[in-house]
């Protein structure tokens, strides 16, 4: 018996692909649903993390109402909205004459002038009186912080950060100051 080329071809052909269909098949059950997803790198980390209101939590028995709370010993300010919500939180740099730890309030704003250091300073904002310095937060035009432990009534941060306190400190506003 005889079998035609054509015919041996057309059943070669059929058999490799009724093979590749169930190698099809099998490898479908195993295969990952989105390849893409699957090779895909990893997001990247920034370099950067900005900090939530989350990452530095208020501390215990800071107030209650609408108000700033600076903490001494954390080098830190949180912008405290209504419902006690944290609504911005950032560090700061503070020379060595601290206020007297307890609740004050906002007596002074001034948008632009200079700062007992001599710097050109914006959005100061006094709130507390130690000897005969007044003592507030400010930030220099230039956006230098002074080194940690400067003789200086100043609690200096970032302009971002402190025109953020100019808008949220009005007249008036409680400050408390915490260790």
């Known amino acids: 018996m005889a079998v035609k080329a054509g015919t041996l071809v057309s059943?070669?052909?059929?058999?490799?692909?009724?093979?590749?269909?169930?190698?099809?098949?099998?490898?479908?059950?195993?295969?990952?649903?989105?390849?893409?997803?699957?090779?895909?790198?990893?997001?990247?980390?920034?370099?950067?993390?900005?900090?939530?209101?989350?990452?530095?939590p208020l501390p215990p028995h800071s107030g209650?109402?609408?108000?700033?709370?600076?903490?001494?010993?954390?080098?830190?300010?949180?912008l405290v909205g209504d419902g006690?919500?944290?609504?911005?939180?950032?560090a700061?740099?503070?020379?060595?004459?601290?206020?007297?730890?307890?609740?004050?309030?906002?007596?002074?704003?001034?948008?632009?002038?200079?700062?007992?250091d001599g710097k050109q300073v914006e959005h100061t904002v006094l709130f507390a009186t130690h000897g005969v310095s007044n003592v507030g937060f400010s930030a220099a035009v230039d956006g230098s912080l002074p080194k940690p432990g400067t003789h200086s009534s100043a609690i200096r941060a970032s302009r971002a950060d402190t025109a953020a306190l100019w808008q949220f400190a009005t007249m008036g506003l409680a400050i408390n100051v915490m260790a």
Do not use: C
């Not at 209650?64 to 949180?78: A, L, M, N, P, T």
């Not at 006690?84 to 950032?90: A, E, I, L, P």
């Open 84 to 90: 006690n919500k944290v609504q911005r939180t950032y």
């Open 64 to 78: 209650i109402g609408k108000r700033v709370v600076y903490s001494v010993g954390q080098h830190r300010v949180w």
């Open 92 to 116: 700061v740099v503070a020379g060595d004459v601290s206020p007297s730890k307890g609740l004050h309030h906002v007596f002074f704003r001034r948008a632009l002038g200079t700062g007992g």
């Open 11 to 56: 059943g070669l052909t059929a058999g490799a692909i009724a093979i590749i269909a169930v190698l099809a098949a099998q490898a479908s059950g195993s295969a990952p649903k989105t390849p893409a997803a699957h090779s895909a790198p990893p997001p990247k980390k920034s370099a950067t993390v900005k900090p939530t209101p989350t990452s530095y």
